[in-house]
């Protein structure tokens, strides 16, 4: 049994289930035992030990003015810190947890990053999700119908901390994806927060019932942000004023951007995982922390709405056409507080008064930018002069004066030693500063008083911590020290004195000084209230100065740029002359191309060399819709975007291995996604998908995803592939185009051009590297026959949606031809491309020859000729009737 502070300790630390307690003993807060060591690893600090009921423990302090950065270093490394207070009691004092400070709660950030906490609950009708930003007071709730839905939105929040429900705690199979995907603390709060009731009452409480009820929020979104509501609450943050507007997240005037797609056009982070290069890092000229984080939301969260996307455009392009009002919208941004982050700390009783001078100083920007803007013809009838109308501005204004009446110009950075308010705000505080300034007034006169009076020359009068005020003499001169002269100190070349007066004045002082910083602090405690209060003013100004940081930089980008206003229209057509990659034509000397998509043209097959571009060409096309959908200009000469509802990109496996973050079978989750996912209002961008397996298998799935892409999603699709087979899709499929990348070679060597042709690539390419490389001429000429046969001979059937497939495979197992079995009409996979990649396979381990021996053997001269006409035909000549015509015939005469 330990007693004393230690047991004191280990019994609060009982109390909690927070990783570390910092508990205030005086003048420190102490770490013990365990967490001392823990700390001092952690922090650098040094361990002392503490004795206590004859046994010794470990023990690690910091001074109470220092905690905060220490706790928020803890915090930032994944800790959750519990602090105990002491506080004062009629025998003596007592301790309590006042705070548990988490990663999603922790206040003090120096990141200008959204920092969310989130909770998500698995319930009746899919999953619910709540996320909150305790630094700005954001609350969003979603759902998510599946796995996939909470991955996605944990990617686009990524969140600091997540508080799984109570049900999902044992579901390890979605935990152990939520921990891959995200680096998020997971704490375990308290069932019960969890509960529907007890959740919807609080929400209710929180954002009224109403709003609740109107926003027609799921039950386990609910849940989910009740629990986080009872979460912020029991760590003690104090912030919940702050969190004044519920969003629902995931409303379907947004773009689908699901978090694989997000990564693959890198647009808040590259795929090695670094910000620079990514499209944010790209077009981020933002001047302030709430301008950057709505960039970053627009871009993972584009719009459809032509309306509000005009509107943006109008803006942006009235400011790239204003360039001057530009830079002095500029620099007035430029010392923008954090509004949103304000109302967060006043309410939890963070706030210093510098915030709140700043918070005034910000709120008067709003005045300043309007202004701007009215004196700017271009700027005055654009869409900015909404922007800044939204807030209500006379509010703002009014509660600037209020701020900037009650606190001094230049604040201290502590609001309990006074100097924070103006004279003439408040009576009571007035009255005190006239007796205050009289004593502080007659202490001033006092040296020279003494002076004349006693003809002294080296007095001064003076204060520190021991002494108080004394009088201090010149050791030359103390002889003309009169009697009523008390001395309280010698000095080596001078000595101290008091006088009764003095001390009195002293006494007068220490209480008026008193009085004063208790004022001051009660009236500024009344202000941030005030300012906690109008969270919700905040808030919308702090949107307003962070939409035109918003607009501003992307229009600045654009000018430097030499970007485009594209037309957005509700129709299929993607059309863009000259475009350009919006990261890779900052670094590189970008080669424009064209792209030309409408109702009748929907599929574009991209071939091409390796490295010739076309991963390139094809995020280009997704960049540059979504760029129009968030109101951007974009790189090209011209553009017209069709607002589509989601975009969807795949990679396929062997490019993402070479990240080592995939697999074959998490490129076909993908891929299934999509197609379940994808409308034809959709842009879906495949990058060799299919490539992850056996040539056989790819073929065929990559075939057959098109098929279904293109009869039964009917999305806008760009599919870059290295299988030329794929390329006479175009034959079969009526809105399928080719087009590739060119290169030429020229004297062995091989120029890319980066240009976008119509129509696929060479297909002799390379075999040609492989001549100019000078491979034998048998060879080559071998390669070339073999070649002429595959793309002649080898049928893959194209399937227009529904109808019996045709088939005839070039068997590489055997090296000879022989017709398939049916294909499966409902994965509209080719039954003999499955078979023959099957004997691919067996091949490859020794024992593939049986089957076509049998195949040979089952079939006699009919067979032969069925192979020679079958050899004689022109696929891409023949219309698809009579192929299948065709083939039942050969059939039949195999039967
Ligand atoms: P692929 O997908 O065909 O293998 P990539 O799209 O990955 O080729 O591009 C290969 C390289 O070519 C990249 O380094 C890219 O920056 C560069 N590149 C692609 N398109 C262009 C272009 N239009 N102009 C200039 N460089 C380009
Ligand atoms: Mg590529």
Redesign the pocket.
């Known amino acids: 049994m330990t007693g004393g502070i230690v047991g004191e300790f280990f019994d609060l630390r009982r109390e909690t289930d927070a990783d570390l307690l910092a508990m205030q003993c005086g003048d420190f807060y102490e770490f013990f035992a365990e967490d001392a060591e823990t700390v001092a690893e952690e922090l650098d600090l040094k361990v002392s030990q503490k004795s206590s009921h004859g046994s010794s423990y470990p023990m690690a302090g910091v001074p109470v003015d220092d905690l905060t950065p220490y706790v928020t270093a803890l915090v930032e490394r994944g800790y959750r810190v519990a602090v105990a207070d002491q506080y004062e009691t009629s025998t003596g004092h007592a301790r309590e947890v006042t705070r548990v400070v988490t990663p999603g709660t922790l206040l003090e950030t120096s990141d200008a990053d959204a920092q969310y906490l989130a909770a998500l609950v698995d319930g009746e009708g899919g999953y619910g999700l709540a996320f909150a930003d305790v630094t700005t007071g954001r609350f969003h709730v979603s759902g998510a119908d599946d796995p996939e839905g909470v991955l996605t939105a944990l990617y686009r929040f990524d969140p600091v901390e997540l508080l799984p429900g109570p049900a999902l705690r044992a579901d390890d199979a979605l935990l152990d994806r939520v921990r891959q995907a995200s680096d998020a603390t997971l704490t375990l709060h308290t069932a019960e927060a969890f509960a529907p009731g007890r959740a919807r009452h609080r929400l209710g409480e929180q954002f009224g019932a109403e709003t609740v009820g109107s926003l027609g929020i799921g039950d386990p979104a609910v849940r989910a942000g009740g629990a986080i509501l009872s979460y912020v609450e029991e760590t003690g943050v104090g912030v919940l004023a702050s969190m004044t507007r519920l969003q629902q997240h995931g409303a379907s005037d947004h773009v689908a951007l699901d978090g694989t797609t997000q990564r693959n056009l890198e647009l808040t982070e590259t795929m090695s995982g670094g910000s620079e290069g990514s499209l944010l890092a790209t077009l981020d000229h933002t001047v302030t922390s709430a301008g950057r984080r709505m960039l970053t939301e627009w871009l993972q969260r584009p719009r459809r709405e032509r309306e509000l996307l005009t509107r943006r455009q109008s803006a942006v392009e009235a400011l790239t056409e204003a360039a001057m009002a530009r830079d002095r919208l500029r620099e007035t941004l430029d010392g923008a507080y954090d509004l949103e982050r304000l109302a967060s700390l006043a309410a939890s009783g963070s706030a210093d008064a510098r915030d709140l001078r700043a918070a005034s100083e910000t709120l008067d920007l709003l005045e300043t930018l309007a202004a701007i803007v009215a004196e700017t013809p271009r700027l005055a009838e654009s869409p900015l002069v909404g922007v800044l109308d939204r807030p209500d501005r006379e509010a703002a204004a009014a509660l600037a004066t209020t701020l900037d009446e009650a606190l001094v110009a230049d604040p201290p950075g502590t609001v309990t030693q006074g100097g924070l308010i103006r004279p003439g705000y408040d009576d009571d505080l007035d009255a005190v500063l006239e007796e205050y300034n009289a004593v502080a007034g007659w202490l001033e006169d006092l040296p020279a008083r003494e002076k004349r009076r006693h003809g002294i020359t080296h007095l001064t009068v003076d204060r520190n911590k021991t002494d108080g005020y004394y009088i201090q003499v010149g050791n030359s001169e103390t002889d003309a020290v009169p009697a009523e002269y008390e001395q309280i100190k010698s000095l080596k070349n001078s000595e101290r004195y008091t006088i009764p007066e003095l001390e009195k004045r002293e006494r007068e002082m220490l209480r008026l000084e008193e009085q004063r910083n208790e004022l001051e602090h009660e009236l500024f405690e009344a202000l941030c209230e005030r300012v906690a209060d109008r969270a919700d003013l905040l808030g919308a100004v702090g949107r307003a100065l962070a939409e035109a940081d918003t607009l501003r930089s992307l229009a600045a980008h654009a000018a430097r740029n030499d970007w485009t206003r594209p037309t957005v229209h509700e129709g299929g057509a993607l059309d863009i002359e000259a475009g ?2 919006p990261v ?2 900052q ?7 064209d792209l030309r998509m409408d109702d009748d043209r929907r599929f574009l097959v ?1 071939t ?13 096309a997704a960049l540059i819709t979504l760029l129009a959908q968030i109101g951007s200009f974009v790189p090209a000469r011209r553009a017209r975007v069709g607002l589509v509802d989601g975009i969807y990109t795949r990679v396929g496996a062997l ?1 993402e291995l070479a990240q080592g973050r995939s697999t074959f079978m998490v490129e076909m989750q993908e891929l299934s996604n999509i197609l379940h996912s994808a409308t034809e209002d959709s842009l879906v961008i495949l ?2 998908v299919g490539r992850g397996t056996a040539t056989y298998d790819g073929i065929s799935i990559a075939w057959a995803a098109t098929e279904y892409l293109h009869n039964t999603v009917g999305a806008k699709t760009l599919f ?1 592939t290295h299988y030329h087979e794929l390329t006479s899709l175009a034959d079969h499929l009526e809105r399928v185009a080719n087009v590739h ?1 060119a290169a030429d070679e020229r004297d062995g060597d091989v120029t ?1 051009l ?3 042709r119509e129509g696929p690539t060479d297909r002799s390419y390379g075999v040609h590297v492989a001549d100019l490389a000078g491979v034998p001429d048998p060879v080559v000429d071998r390669s070339r026959e073999v070649l002429d046969r595959l793309r002649d001979e080898k049928a893959i059937e194209a399937r227009g949606g529904g109808g019996e497939p045709v088939q005839a495979v070039f068997d590489l197992g055997s090296g000879e031809f022989r017709a398939g079995e049916s294909g499966d009409a409902e994965t509209g996979v080719p039954a003999a491309d499955a078979a023959s990649a099957d004997s691919t396979a067996t091949a490859a381990d020794g024992s593939g020859g049986d089957t076509t021996d049998e195949h040979r053997g089952r079939y006699g001269e009919e067979a032969t000729e069925v192979l020679d006409a079958l050899a004689a035909l022109d696929v891409s000549e023949t219309p698809p009737v009579e192929l299948m015509s065709r083939v039942q015939e050969w059939q039949r005469s195999l039967e």
Do not use: L
């Not at 091409?608 to 094809?618: D, I, R």
């Open positions: 350009c990659h890779v034509e670094t590189t000397e970008f080669v424009p191309n991209v091409g060399p390796n490295m010739s571009g076309k991963s390139t060409y094809m995020r280009q490019d990058d060799e870059a990348v890319f980066r240009t976008v």
